[in-house]
């Protein structure tokens, strides 16, 4: 038994020449368009491809960093807090991650970074402002923001603690607490320290250099704030309550009244400040304010 071709059988009614030629030229439109549907797809694959590859580049990579804003803060602490110091690819950064790595450092407040195509980057900063040193048992040193970040920490008077004072700026006043001081980028939290810097940063607009100058000692008991002016002169502020009014009395006895023989300057009542003189009882003063 042998196997009969397939196909019209040969007493089947002939095809017309023209409807054969209308199917053959069906069948090559649908195989163009086939190729045309491949060709396409392949090409849409190679651009895409081709664009990854030109992004996934080197050439594309973090070739310069910008930084500005900084003067406490290296660049180079900067740029390796940003996670840039390994040139990252462009397409590979995450601008909000740059910035929470760059602001965790203990003197930077704001950062804003931003790419610049085909490979820098600009990360602008403002740092914080100390308002006081503090003082711990021990030895300990530290730097601290009206917040009470830790800016810098250390023993003994040295490195950038010591140089707060030169160049003509006037030395910060010190807070002396008992505690542990924490390490930088850390908050300070001890009783009576937001007080003491509430206080240490009314200072710095209430007092000119040279009564700023005078400040020694910000001591911080909660509720009892008192500071230590050179020539062992004591300031009485009480509470953290109407400081600004405080320092302001403050500032007008200094620069009215001779202070050679004054121990104490009450201004709890910044309205009635009260001195107490060397060997003698307490007077009010009548020092007009302002």
């Given at each position: 038994m042998t196997d009969a071709p397939i196909g019209p059988a040969p007493w089947g009614p002939p095809i017309d020449p023209r409807i054969r030629e209308r199917l053959a030229a069906v069948k090559r439109e649908a195989?163009?368009?086939?190729?045309?549907?491949?060709?396409?797809?392949?090409?849409?694959?190679?651009?895409?491809?081709?664009?990854?590859?030109?992004?996934?580049?080197?050439?594309?990579?973090?070739?310069?960093?910008?930084?500005?804003?900084?003067?406490?803060?290296?660049?180079?602490?900067?740029?390796?807090?940003?996670?840039?110091?390994?040139?990252?690819?462009?397409?590979?950064?995450?601008?909000?991650?740059?910035?929470?790595?760059?602001?965790?450092?203990?003197?930077?407040?704001?950062?804003?970074?931003?790419?610049?195509?085909?490979?820098?980057?600009?990360?602008?900063?403002?740092?914080?402002?100390?308002?006081?040193?503090?003082?711990?048992?021990?030895?300990?040193l530290a730097l601290v923001d009206r917040g009470g970040r830790v800016l810098e920490a250390g023993t003994g008077a040295s490195g950038v603690l010591a140089s707060l004072g030169a160049g003509g700026s006037p030395p910060l006043p010190s807070i002396q607490i008992k505690g542990t001081i924490p390490p930088p980028a850390s908050s300070l939290a001890l009783p009576g320290s937001a007080d003491a810097l509430a206080l240490a940063a009314a200072l710095q607009p209430g007092l000119g250099v040279s009564e700023a100058s005078l400040v020694t000692a910000v001591v911080a008991d909660p509720g009892r704030l008192r500071l230590t002016l050179r020539g062992d002169i004591t300031v009485l502020f009480g509470s953290a309550d109407q400081l600004d009014a405080k320092v302001l009395a403050l500032r007008t006895m200094l620069d009215r009244v001779n202070l050679a023989k004054v121990a104490v300057i009450d201004v709890r009542v910044p309205d009635a400040p009260v001195l107490t003189h060397v060997g003698q009882g307490s007077t009010v003063s009548t020092t007009p304010r302002g």
């Open positions: 195989e163009r368009r086939r190729l045309r549907w491949l060709v396409g797809i392949a090409a849409a694959v190679a651009v895409v491809a081709l664009g990854l590859g030109i992004t996934r580049s080197p050439l594309l990579g973090v070739h310069h960093v910008r930084v500005s804003g900084a003067t406490r803060t290296s660049q180079t602490a900067i740029i390796e807090a940003a996670g840039l110091s390994h040139h990252p690819l462009m397409v590979d950064l995450d601008t909000p991650r740059m910035v929470r790595g760059v602001e965790a450092l203990p003197w930077i407040a704001t950062v804003h970074a931003s790419r610049h195509w085909p490979g820098r980057v600009d990360i602008d900063v403002t740092e914080r402002v100390p308002v006081a040193q503090v003082a711990a048992p021990g030895g300990q």
